[in-house]
C-alpha cells in the first residue's frame, strides 16, 4: 500500500489497524499503562475510529 499508492505510513498503519482488529486486540494483549493498569483496547480502538471484536 505504501509503496505503491504513495499513502503516508500514517495512514496505511491506520488502514492496516482498521482492517485488521483482532491482531491489534492480540498487540495490546499484557500491555499495561505506567501505573500498572491494562491497557484498555476498546478505548484505544475508539480513540483511533477502530473497531475491536470482543
Known amino acids: ?3 505503491n499508492q504513495f499513502v503516508p505510513q500514517e495512514r496505511a ?3 492496516w ?3 485488521n482488529p ?3 486486540e ?3 494483549e499484557g500491555v499495561t ?3 500498572g493498569s491494562p491497557a484498555d483496547a476498546n478505548a484505544i ?3 483511533m475510529k477502530l ?3 470482543n
Open 26 to 28: 492480540t498487540w495490546l
Open 45 to 47: 480502538a475508539q480513540s
Open 33 to 35: 499503562h505506567r501505573d
Open 17 to 19: 489497524m482498521h482492517q
Open 51 to 53: 473497531t475491536v471484536n
Open 13 to 15: 498503519a491506520r488502514h
Open 1 to 3: 500500500m505504501i509503496l
Open 22 to 24: 483482532d491482531a491489534v
